[in-house]
């Protein structure tokens, strides 16, 4: 006996299992630091609703930094600091992780730059500076491109080090 499937269901589940792998192994990084960059909660939710069913490499560094970014757009004192907690908390961790990640080093110092001194998160941008400057070469044609256009408004980097 043999179990017929009909031809659209197998369809939709190779359409729907095409979309979720490319989902979860690739970021769109001209996207992600452009929306990093914008003071818009609905961007910066839609794409941490992306990122948390993907399995981007470094995900928890680039959830993270979002997370921070949004704690200074939410009401309420104590979401704010929770939520920038959560997200410093998975930067954090995926420094420790990968110390040597220059990317990661930049997410950090966009965060540093805007986050108000209470949260106390403005120690390691001379450090992050340096790593990101002597990696930039290294870097993916889209990351350089971030990193170039975040320097020349950045308190930190500047144009010239590239």
């Known amino acids: ?5 009909p ?13 979720a792998l490319k989902a979860q192994k690739t970021l769109d990084r001209e996207k992600y630091y452009s929306i990093i960059q914008q003071d818009e ?4 939710d839609e794409e941490l609703e ?15 930094a979002l997370m921070m970014k ?33 990317e990661y080093r930049f997410l950090r110092l966009i965060i540093q730059e805007h986050a108000p001194g209470i949260v106390n998160y403005h120690n390691d941008k001379a450090q992050d500076k340096e790593l990101i ?16 256009n975040y320097s020349s408004n950045s308190k930190t980097l500047d144009p010239k080090d590239f």
Do not use: C, H, W
């Open 1 to 5: 006996m043999k179990i017929r499937i």
């Open 7 to 19: 031809a659209v269901s197998v369809l939709v589940l190779m359409v729907s299992l095409s979309y």
């Open 41 to 44: 909660l609905m961007p910066i």
């Open 50 to 64: 992306a990122l948390n069913t993907s399995s981007v490499k470094g995900k928890p560094a680039f959830m993270g």
């Open 70 to 102: 949004k704690a200074g757009m939410i009401k309420g004192a104590s979401k704010k600091l929770k939520l920038f907690k959560k997200g410093s908390n998975q930067l954090e961790a995926a420094i420790t992780e990968d110390p040597e990640n220059a």
């Open 133 to 148: 400057v002597s990696s930039f070469k290294k870097f993916p044609s889209e990351l350089q491109k971030a990193v170039s």
